[in-house]
């Protein structure tokens, strides 16, 4: 049987700071990197009081190329700490920003 796989694909989810599900997206990978994203404008994030997006980059192969969590200041709407993990196991972390 031939397992089914994600494909050039960008599998974004966004929670608020009570961990609830307030954003799904499924972009192809050209969209997620040439598009614009909810997270982007500092005002969006607040208005949709975005605490929190985990993202899935799957490449051509379905394999797993980078899963990264992004982290907003609920105050501001400005980024303020994150990871991304690639798949060659290397990982990038940004510290808290006050």
Do not use: P
């Not at 307030?22 to 605490?51: C, N, P, Q, T």
């Amino acid at each position: 049987m031939n397992e089914l796989k994600i494909k050039s694909q960008a599998v974004l989810v966004g929670y608020d700071a009570d961990g609830k599900c307030i954003y799904s997206d499924f972009l192809d990978l050209s969209d997620y990197y040439d598009g614009e994203h909810v997270w982007d404008d500092a005002k969006k994030v607040k208005k949709m009081k975005l605490r929190k997006v985990k993202g899935y980059l799957f490449d051509s192969e379905g394999v797993l190329d980078q899963e990264f969590e992004s982290v907003f200041n609920s105050q501001t709407g400005i980024y303020s700490s994150g990871y991304a993990k690639f798949a060659d196991g290397t990982v990038r972390k940004d510290e808290e920003k006050a």
